[in-house]
């Protein structure tokens, strides 16, 4: 199986703060990788597939960039409603494995 | 606007099979090019793919569960389905479906609509 690590694994941040948070493959899964938010209690929601790709209605703050084993999601301004958490899943090979989360809390 | 609904026993005994069904409305199971997967969350943990299914009943299962899952779809109810055998107490969590798309190339997907989550506890 494909082991995707993500760090940092809890982040505190402020309105307005810009944050990075990094996921790492255990082997090269190209642009197979989809990022995706979660708050308690609820389903995860997809925010950018095919690494970088926006998908559609997710507000523009939110980018991602990488390929091969290293990637990064960015928020340039975190929101009061970016307080989640985060995951990547690369979906290169069976199983489509996720990586363990980022917690991002408020400062 | 697709949405999924999860249904089934919440409390399932040991050693037993977990059945579950996802609803599909807004949208017919079998158009486009989709597969229609479940994923689990233990509580307080992170996300497990379990498997996926595509509408011709083409599936990819996770090799930790192969042997004791069973994904399957009814086309006429637009519905998929989870069975899951020989349950014990480590299957405790929150089960999703979700629906797999794949980008205008053709070439990466992503789960883009998922279920509100049902959760089911092993216990006897």
């Known amino acids: 199986d494909i082991q995707l690590t993500q760090s940092p694994s809890f982040l505190s941040a402020s309105v307005g703060d810009r944050v990075t948070i990094t996921c790492r493959a255990s082997?090269?899964?190209?642009?197979?990788l989809a990022w995706y938010q979660q708050k308690p209690g609820k389903a995860p929601k997809l925010l950018i597939y095919?690494?970088?790709t926006l998908q559609s209605g997710v507000p523009s703050r939110f980018s991602g960039s990488g390929s091969g084993t290293e990637f990064t999601l960015t928020i340039s301004s975190l929101q009061p409603e970016d307080f989640a958490t985060y995951y990547c899943?690369?979906?290169?090979?069976?199983?489509?494995?996720f990586g363990p989360g980022t917690k991002v809390d408020i400062k | 606007q697709v949405q999924l609904q999860e249904s089934g026993p919440g409390l399932v005994k040991p050693s037993q099979t977990l059945s579950l069904t996802c609803t599909v409305s807004?949208?017919?199971?079998?158009?486009?090019?989709?597969?229609w997967s479940w994923i689990r969350q233990p509580a307080g943990k992170g996300l497990e793919w379990i498997g996926r299914?595509?509408?011709?009943?083409?599936?990819n299962y996770n090799p930790s569960l192969k042997s004791r899952v069973t994904i399957s779809v009814d086309t006429s109810k637009n519905q998929f389905s989870l069975k899951l055998s020989s349950v014990t107490a480590a299957d405790t969590a929150v089960y999703y479906c979700?629906?797999?798309?794949?980008?205008?190339?053709?070439?990466?997907?992503?789960?883009?609509?998922w279920g509100q989550g049902t959760l089911v506890t092993v216990s006897s």
């Open positions: 899943q690369q979906l290169n090979s069976y199983p489509f494995t």
């Open positions: 299914i595509y509408t011709s009943g083409s599936t």
């Open positions: 082997q090269g899964i190209s642009s197979y």
């Open positions: 979700a629906r797999e798309n794949y980008d205008s190339s053709g070439y990466y997907p992503a789960s883009d609509y």
């Open positions: 095919a690494a970088s």
């Open positions: 807004g949208g017919s199971i079998s158009s486009g090019s989709y597969y």
